[in-house]
């Protein structure tokens, strides 16, 4: 079975887009679209305000994601994975917490020093057990994280993943996150290859 590319969401500029379509405009800054997308998004989950900014923007991307696809609940915990990469990693909130230690040690913020925070937030957001990465690299690396998830579908119990990139550094957040699915019958004419996903990649930085 052909892996298929169900949806996907990128923020942008302080916009959210559906699809390629707008879904938020642009705020004046990430704080306000993450505060606009969870009321429009009819979203009810307080632990959202304690994460750090990074998951906020992985999160709310997630989020409208997953409210578009229909299928979540066809699948076990652990048929779900999720694959991500970024650039700057914690690296905004480690500079937080180290400002934090010359006054007050900030444990709030210590917790969100690792990358893969963010993919365990949204593993328990969403019920996911399957296999999870996160990885860092200068840019999205369409190739390498096609082969990857490819690969998982392949030689595990995968039947959807989420996958793509979230970045957040200096009041700046983006997010190309996807929903990946393989099934019998799939009517998605969008393969999981690395041209197909470099081509949405590049529609979305160029507009």
């Known amino acids: 079975m052909e892996v298929s590319l169900n949806a996907y969401v990128a923020l942008k500029n302080n916009s959210l887009f559906l699809n ?3 879904f938020i405009e642009k705020q004046s800054s990430a704080s306000e679209l993450f505060a606009l997308a969870y009321q429009r998004l ?8 304690k994460m750090d900014n990074l998951c906020k923007t992985g999160f709310i991307a997630t989020e409208l994601l997953m409210q578009e696809s229909k299928t979540q609940t066809e699948y076990l915990p652990e048929q779900k994975g999720i694959v991500l990469s970024s650039r700057n990693s914690s690296l905004d909130t480690d500079i937080r917490y180290n400002n934090s230690i010359a006054i007050n040690p900030s444990p709030s913020l210590f917790v969100y020093t690792l990358p893969n925070v963010l993919v365990g937030e949204l593993c328990i957001r969403n019920m996911i057990k399957g296999e999870t990465a996160c990885f860092v690299f200068d840019t999205f690396d369409a190739d390498f994280q096609t082969d990857y998830v490819n690969l998982l579908f392949d030689t595990c119990n995968l039947k959807t993943c989420i996958s793509g990139w979230a970045d957040f550094f200096e009041d700046k957040a983006e997010a190309f996150i996807y929903l990946l699915e393989q099934r019998e019958g799939s009517q998605s004419t969008t393969l999981h290859n690395a041209e197909n996903i470099k ?3 590049s529609t979305i930085w160029k507009t």
């Open 199 to 201: 081509n949405i990649y």
């Open 20 to 22: 390629g379509v707008e």
């Open 42 to 49: 009819n979203i009810n989950y307080p632990k959202f305000f």
